[in-house]
């Protein structure tokens, strides 16, 4: 039985199946931690977080999951105010595909449109993100960690 503060959610919700399955595929288990954590306090927002960017949006044609996350990136970078979303998205981004110097390039070009301080701010986030992901990374021979 599901805990009492879980999303509310019809078997029969494709859009949630939907997106959950797409958020599995391009954030992995760090998705899954962003909706966990809203368990306590708004479960039913996390129902709409993996049901409309996820399931409606990120599921249509046209565009592929790498060129959603660059525009994903360079839309938070700009923004300035969502570090943590920024990480996640950065995460995501080198999960399908896009290069760290492609990422710091794209945060770079920020600067032209939304100012230095959300440009430098992106490149923090990043930096972190990259650092996080090189510890995580086993060194050649030895087994990545638990």
Do not use: W
């Not at 492609?102 to 923090?124: D, K, S, T």
């Amino acid at each position: 039985m599901p805990p009492t503060n879980a999303p509310a959610v019809p078997a029969e919700d494709s859009r949630y199946a939907r997106g959950l399955a797409r958020l599995k595929e391009i954030d992995g288990a760090a998705g899954e931690a962003v909706v966990a954590s809203l368990a306590d306090i708004a479960p039913d927002f996390a129902r709409h977080l993996i049901e409309f960017p996820f399931g409606d949006i990120y599921s249509r044609p046209g565009l592929d999951l790498r060129a959603r996350e660059i525009g994903t990136v360079a839309a938070l970078t700009a923004m300035g105010t969502a570090a943590p979303q920024l990480a996640v998205h950065i995460r995501a981004a080198l999960n399908v595909g896009v290069r760290r110097e492609e990422l710091v390039e794209l945060i770079m070009q920020m600067a032209v449109y939304a100012g230095f301080p959300a440009a430098l701010n992106g490149l923090a986030v990043a930096r972190q993100v990259f650092a996080q992901a090189e510890a995580q990374t086993p060194a050649h021979g030895e087994a990545a960690p638990a």
